[in-house]
């Protein structure tokens, strides 16, 4: 499975900014993002079930960003609002064929994309 996100970019701190993950190769269960900010450790941001039904989200983002999924398109959205300084980071769409995950153990990671978010 590859993973392809896109979407990055420059914002303002109160701005919103999506990104799109599309899979391509083979079938997947869980889709989330995850970041890493400079010199800190990646953190997990937000999950989707492959129904789309059921979602989870750090306590940092709950309330700001909302992810979501195109089986269809066979892509994943994490729409990003109420930006902050603090939101600076890559973000990684990951994915697993398993329905549930433990912590970052995803099977399958695209590249990066940047998001900066300036005060």
């Known amino acids: 499975v590859q993973l392809q996100a896109s979407g990055g970019g420059l914002a303002e701190a109160g701005g919103s900014l999506t990104l799109s993950c599309v899979a391509s190769g083979g079938t997947v269960n869980q889709m989330a993002w995850v970041r890493q900010a400079p010199g800190k450790e990646r953190e997990f941001v937000a999950a989707?079930?492959?129904?789309?039904?059921?979602?989870s989200y750090s306590t940092s983002v709950n309330g700001r960003f909302f992810v979501s999924r195109d089986n269809a398109k066979n892509t994943a959205y994490l729409e990003m609002s109420s930006l902050k300084p603090e939101d600076t980071a890559v973000y990684y769409c990951?994915?697993?064929?398993?329905?549930?995950?433990?912590?970052?153990?995803?099977?399958?990671w695209g590249k990066g994309t940047l998001v900066t978010v300036s005060s």
């Open positions: 990951v994915a697993d064929s398993r329905t549930m995950v433990s912590g970052l153990q995803y099977g399958y």
């Open positions: 989707v079930d492959r129904s789309g039904r059921s979602t």
